[in-house]
């Protein structure tokens, strides 16, 4: 496929509003983000939900589906909601969105980890916080385990199968490929695989060349490069639009947004469709079009 694969992951658990004011987190925010990312050329919007009263990290099923029900009205982007939730929550608390709204695709992380994002915390003084709860979130975000046991992964896939749900695999470590390739052989995995390699996280691999192509030379000797799609993630600035250019050029596709990167160039914030639009601008210059969420249906196999 020579269209490339955007993903708009529009807010996710870890960046707060005192960050960036450009933060979606009310329904209509989302909803909104996610129309002008999908007409930027993001063909998959990746979910997580957020309170609307605060930004809040939440886990509230209810209000996901209110906030999938909002997006869906606006586009017609293949959504793709998180498993990972968010730090605190519980294996079971981050699953129970599979059942409940049954989506296309949803993320499947593939390993327990260190997990660090940033120091975020440190650069703020109490003053500045937007929201009293952000201090002590963006702290715990700094350091904490995030719990992706065999057996949590193994429930995970078969909550996905009854659903007909596809996975989005989060390798954020080599190893994870090979625990991938541990559930391929249990018969967890359909194919073609759709890998998402999350670079730059403490705690996991990073973001650099040498660190994509040995993902790649694994991914490769495990599946076979006919078995699997992939597409990456750098996590901050400017890694984000580094790994996604590497991905252009080598074929790979590329998820960028505000959960993963809140700057559009040096020292600019940007809003979530202006970074699709970056990346749409760069993938031009390499002969590469957004694909469409149609056809990233019918290249993933997704149920539509
Ligand atoms: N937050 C990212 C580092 C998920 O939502 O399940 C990876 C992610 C995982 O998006
Ligand atoms: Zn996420």
Redesign the pocket.
């Known amino acids: 496929m020579n269209k490339v694969i955007i993903t708009a ?1 529009l807010t ?3 960046t707060v509003p005192t960050q960036t004011p450009y933060l979606p987190y009310t329904i209509e925010q989302l909803a909104e983000d996610a129309e002008q990312c999908a007409r930027a050329g993001a063909a998959i919007i ?1 979910i ?1 939900a957020r309170n609307p009263a605060n930004g809040a990290p939440s886990s509230d099923m209810e209000l996901f589906g209110e906030i999938l029900q909002a997006i869906k009205a606006r586009t017609d982007a293949v959504i793709c909601t ?4 968010g730090v605190g929550m519980t294996p079971s608390d981050r699953v129970r969105v599979v059942p409940m709204w049954q989506p296309e695709l949803a ?1 499947c ?1 593939m390993g327990s980890m260190n997990f660090s ?1 940033h120091p975020a915390a440190r650069r703020f003084s109490d003053s500045d916080y937007k929201f009293p709860w952000e201090k002590q979130w963006l702290l715990g975000s700094e350091d904490f385990i995030f719990p992706n046991t065999f057996a949590s992964i193994k429930h995970f896939l078969i909550e996905m199968k009854k659903t007909n749900t596809r996975p989005e695999f ?1 390798i954020y470590d080599v190893g994870h490929l090979y625990n991938l390739d541990f559930m391929v052989r249990e018969g967890l995995v359909e194919k073609p695989i759709w890998l998402q390699f ?1 670079m730059g ?1 403490l705690g996991g691999i990073r973001a650099t060349l040498y660190d994509l192509t040995h993902l790649l030379d694994t991914a490769n000797r495990l599946f076979g490069p006919e078995n699997y799609h992939w597409s990456v ?1 750098g ?1 901050g600035y400017p890694q984000q639009f580094h790994m996604c250019t590497a991905a252009l050029m080598l074929g790979g596709h590329a998820r960028v947004g505000l ?2 990167n809140i700057f559009v160039s040096r020292g600019k914030l940007g809003r979530n469709h202006e970074l699709v639009e970056k990346i749409v601008r760069i993938a031009a210059e390499f002969d590469r079009e957004p694909a469409t969420p149609d056809e990233v249906r019918a290249f993933l196999n997704l149920k539509g």
Do not use: C, F, K
Request: negative net charge; aromatic residues 0%; glycine residues 16%.
């Open positions: 992951a996710g658990a870890v990746h997580h998180t498993t990972g939730g993320t992380n994002v989060e999350v996280v993630i996590v959960e993963d």
